[in-house]
């Protein structure tokens, strides 16, 4: 029941954020976690962004998927 | 680790408990380490008196009671949310409890109450909402508090010798809003190693490999290896939030009985919101179900092979406790990956 997501914060308007969740964009409230800005990568769980994922491991993340994208250009 | 040595590892955490049986983690370890699920699914631990509760006051004229999906198939005593469901009570799945004050804009006349379940991982955001619905002063919105804190469980468990556990695998998510702090107090007390550990086959193994080598080496300590999100500190806005507005109450766990101070109830400043003082509903606590072995389950003493209704009465379709309702349910689990 504790599932959360990570997903990228878009915009921020007060206690409310867009995110992205890969594609799917969603509304979610900044309620319990405080210092945020547009960019961070959160952790979304029932609707509340409750952690900050670690910018290192989300460039590590996104630097993995970029090179399993270069894995198929190379296939072509 | 000398081969005579044997260990055994709890995981606490309904998502561990699928990953586990999903990864097969359990058939490839060696023999000397036995891995056992714990009261990790919140849903699981809701005990049959409040689910009947929560039936009783949904199927009240004037309510709309809203709550996670994973809670609406939970048998109590009488039938499930669904079941009130499909005689006219108006119950509603809702992704996030903020959801639940556009339903009580919406209907100004009805009283929405949210049907509240969950460990520190969802118990704060309820308690945003609740602060949010004072702030816009929303009067026709209320919560059942059914939120259970994790530690006081895990504080009977690691004293039980019955259960004889060597350490425990923790809960990631959990763990976000908590930190580590919480853990210390377990592991140097009881000398239960605690390692954090994320929700993939590797993070779990990983966590597996700390909590043996620090039960090898006698390490009574706390140890995170989830760092991608957990902080030592975890999140402490969340708790500041949930603790503004409940606090700490004896609360009875499914199957295993009352643990002091593993619930939460409203501070007087919130008292309007809470839907047991605005309902008053007075319910007999129902007789324990027979043969259902859920509370050992829950416990770590019993696996649900030793149940004599596991597979045969109670299976995910027409599920007898809640282990086996739950999507993360110890039961569920086994009954999906284990042959």
Redo the contacts between chains.
């Keep these: 029941?504790?599932?959360?997501t990570p997903a990228k914060i878009k915009s921020i308007n007060k206690?409310k954020a867009i995110v992205d969740f890969g594609g799917v964009t969603k509304e979610?409230?900044l309620?319990?976690?405080?210092n945020v800005k547009k960019g961070d990568y959160v952790?979304i769980?029932?609707?509340?962004a409750?952690?900050?994922?670690?910018q290192q491991?989300a460039k590590d993340i996104k630097n993995a998927l970029k090179e399993l994208e270069d894995v198929f250009k190379y296939k072509d | 680790m000398s081969s005579n040595i044997k260990i055994k590892l709890m995981e606490v955490c309904g998502t561990h408990t699928m990953a586990i049986a999903r990864s097969g983690i359990k058939k490839l370890l060696p023999e000397s380490i036995e891995l056992i699920s714990g009261p990790g699914c919140p849903v699981c631990v809701t005990p049959q008196h409040d689910i009947d509760k929560a039936i009783a006051v949904a199927k009240l004229e004037d309510v709309i009671m809203t709550t996670f999906g994973d809670m609406i198939r939970v048998p109590g005593s009488r039938g499930t949310l669904s079941e009130a469901k499909m005689h006219g009570a108006d119950v509603r799945v809702v992704y996030s409890c903020m959801d639940t004050l556009t339903i009580a804009k919406k209907n100004p006349k009805k009283k929405i109450v949210f049907m509240g379940v969950g460990f520190e991982t969802t118990s704060p955001t309820i308690a945003a909402t609740i602060k949010e619905a004072k702030r816009q002063g929303i009067k026709n919105f209320f919560v059942l508090s059914n939120f259970k804190c994790l530690f006081p469980a895990l504080e009977t468990i690691a004293s039980s010798k019955k259960i004889g556990v060597d350490g425990f695998i923790c809960p990631g998510h959990v763990s976000v809003i908590t930190g580590t702090h919480a853990y210390e107090a377990v592991a140097r007390r009881y000398k239960k190693p605690c390692v954090i550990t994320g929700f993939e086959d590797m993070d779990i193994l990983k966590g597996i490999k700390r909590l043996a080598e620090k039960i090898r080496d006698n390490s009574y300590n706390v140890e995170v290896e989830y760092k991608r999100v957990v902080k030592k500190n975890g999140n402490p806005k969340a708790r500041n939030v949930l603790n503004a507005v409940f606090k700490p109450h004896d609360s009875d766990w499914r199957g295993i009985g009352e643990i002091k101070k593993s619930g939460l109830v409203f501070r007087k400043e919130y008292r309007d919101f809470d839907a047991d003082r605005e309902f008053n509903i007075k319910i007999p606590k129902p007789a324990p179900q027979k043969g259902c072995l859920c509370g050992e389950v829950l416990q770590g003493i019993k696996s649900p092979k030793d149940c004599k209704l596991f597979r045969k009465a109670c299976t995910p379709k027409r599920p007898i406790g809640p282990c086996m309702v739950s999507a993360e349910g110890t039961c569920a689990a086994y009954y999906k990956y284990e042959s």
């Design positions: 029941m504790c599932l959360a206690l979610i409230s309620g319990v976690l405080s952790l769980h029932a609707g509340f409750i952690g900050k994922v670690k491991e």
